[in-house]
């Protein structure tokens, strides 16, 4: 015991030990072991969470040298090991431990700056909120927010260079795929919890971190970015020369919605489209109202079809930049950085990332971290390896598929430099970064059941397919469509008795649009208001017109046993 206890000492700790000892496996394993991907948990874990400013004695002194062993043991674990975890690493980045996290963050930058562009973008949108939040029980996040973004400034210096490609043009131009009523409604998801409250809305103030949301966020994202350049500043000129434009070219939906929606706005705020000062929150439901109205047809119960088409659409109807893209990559042979194929962060995908490297106009970046400097290497080019490594995007179909549930998401082809075809849909107006953590979940137990030899003779870990998910703000994401799937609503429709499908149509339609009770009618709208309350009661009521073992039923009719329905999901 004394033995052990003066190795544990030594080290400065059993934390210090573990993280000391985790990487060095990880170092020994080199590059080509992907197992190592799993155990970066362990070691964040084995961080203790300091507060930043606080003792350096006791418990404080452990974490110090837990903190003093990662800074010394990381750099020998290969970086594409580092990478599926990279929201995790930015998660703490505002912590003390923070500092030595940094590190291993622009090392990742330098060498995969178009897989790191996207997390670090989303964790800047959460610590911007926080930090210009206006509640004092909020304090300690927004010394936290801070200190990330002051650690981050680093991360967006090699993040806005050339190596980034044409990416925030590529995800400017997937959230022009969002129709104007998604996104309205996504914003009022965001803002209508700061003025839920106010107890007389004709007279209560607007709170000042919504006015800031509709400065900085909510204005350009709505209007400004779909109007011609300049325009917004002087109103009255702008509308004209919007209204002219549209009679000579073909306006995207995002851009015609935004030039009508800019004169009910000019209307009310005048020539800048700003809030005035000491708004009311009544005024600005009253603002809002007009946005929405503008996007809606004149029975205010469809949205509009110019700006909302249905079926297959013409991807240059909605995005000029996705359906010129293959035009603007210049000559072939150009330098231009390639832009790489969309892929989740996942252990799945860590051998891939393996592949990709920079090369050629190497320059030496030295890190900002206090006390620690280390040299990182980065470049200007990417270097495509072989058809097992990197894909870059070549161009982009020419039409695109709307799909009507709820968000109205849009499949995507994407032709690949792997000369092949690869589908995404894009998921406009949600946050799908609880998609990811639940697809990353799932390869994780895949990679745990291949390992189980029970699991594996069984090929168990081959039924737990996974798609990509890709989070590209806090309002849009790409997720990786699956051929040969069916929703699961639909292959209950099609084995369950008709009448009782029929009935429980009836019960849904009847509660939330009596005048539309057509069977098949989707009042998406009219749901989106109601209390959560109303929703599960009405969904009860529809269930029980439903035979209780449907969805076994449905099942069975796919496969008579639950290891043909393995074998099925597995090929």
């Not at 050339?162 to 795929?177: K, M, T, Y």
């Not at 007389?200 to 900085?216: N, S, T």
């Not at 949600?430 to 895949?446: N, P, S, Y």
């Amino acid at each position: 015991p004394s033995k052990a206890s003066n190795v544990v000492n030594s080290a400065g700790g059993f934390a210090a030990l573990a993280v000391q000892n985790l990487l060095g496996a990880m170092a020994a394993a080199g590059a080509s072991s992907n197992e190592a991907c799993i155990h970066i948990p362990t070691v964040l874990a084995a961080l203790p969470e300091l507060q930043p400013g606080g003792p350096a004695s006791g418990a404080g002194s452990s974490g110090a040298a837990a903190c003093a062993a990662f800074a010394a043991a990381w750099v020998g674990v290969p970086l594409h090991v580092f990478l599926p975890w990279t929201s995790q690493l930015l998660a703490r980045l505002g912590d003390a431990e923070g500092r030595v996290l940094q590190q291993p963050l622009e090392a990742l930058a330098s060498r995969f700056p178009q897989r790191v562009y996207l997390p670090v973008t989303m964790s800047q949108h959460h610590w911007k909120r926080h930090t210009s939040s206006t509640t004092t029980s909020r304090h300690q996040q927004q010394q936290s927010s801070a200190t990330a973004i002051t650690r981050a400034q680093q991360l967006s210096s090699l993040l806005s260079g050339p190596n980034l490609g044409l990416l925030p043009e590529f995800v400017a131009a997937l959230d022009d795929l969002t129709y104007p009523v998604q996104r309205l409604n996504a914003w009022k998801a965001v803002w209508g919890p700061l003025v839920s409250n106010a107890p007389d809305k004709e007279r209560a103030e607007l709170p000042a971190e919504l006015a800031l949301m509709w400065r900085e966020d909510m204005h350009p994202d709505i209007l400004a970015r779909h109007l011609p350049a300049g325009t917004m500043g002087t109103a009255t000129a702008g509308v004209r020369t919007i209204s002219s434009r549209a009679r000579r070219a073909a306006q995207t939906a995002c851009e015609a919605f935004a030039a009508a929606a800019a004169k009910a706005v000019v209307s009310k705020l005048g020539p800048d489209g700003q809030l005035p000062p000491r708004m009311t929150v009544q005024g600005f439901l009253e603002l809002w109202g007009s946005l929405h109205a503008a996007a809606m047809a004149d029975g205010k119960q469809h949205p509009k079809p110019e700006y909302h088409p249905q079926g297959v659409v013409a991807v240059e109807r909605l995005s000029r930049w996705l359906g010129r893209y293959a035009e603007q990559q210049g000559s072939p042979g150009s330098s231009r950085v390639p832009l790489l194929l969309p892929k989740m962060l996942s252990m799945s995908n860590a051998a891939a990332f393996a592949l990709e490297y920079n090369y050629a106009h190497t320059t030496t970046v030295t890190s900002s971290t206090a006390g620690n400097s280390s040299s990182i290497r980065t470049g200007s080019y990417f270097l495509l390896a072989d058809s097992s490594g990197p894909v870059a995007i070549h161009d982009f179909g020419k039409f695109v598929t709307t799909f009507g549930s709820k968000q109205m998401p849009k499949k995507l082809v994407v032709h690949g430099s792997d000369f092949r075809e690869h589908t995404f849909v894009v998921k406009g107006g949600e946050d799908v970064r609880i998609d990811e953590r639940i697809e990353q979940l799932f390869v994780v137990m895949a990679g745990l059941a291949q390992q189980h030899p029970g699991c594996a003779a069984r090929q168990l870990h081959a039924a737990l397919l996974t798609y990509d998910v890709v989070p590209a703000s806090p309002r849009l994401g790409l997720l990786g469509f699956v051929e040969g799937t069916a929703p699961m609503l639909s292959l209950i429709e099609r084995t369950a008795p008709k009448d009782s499908v029929h009935a429980a149509d009836m019960v849904y339609a009847q509660a939330f649009m009596p005048t539309k009770a057509a069977p098949g009618y989707t009042p998406y709208t009219n749901a989106w208001a109601r209390k959560d309350d109303v929703m599960l009661e009405v969904l009860h009521k529809a269930q029980r017109e439903l035979p209780w073992d449907a969805l076994r039923h449905c099942l069975r009719c796919r496969a008579l046993h639950p290891e043909s329905w393995l074998a099925m999901r597995a090929t």
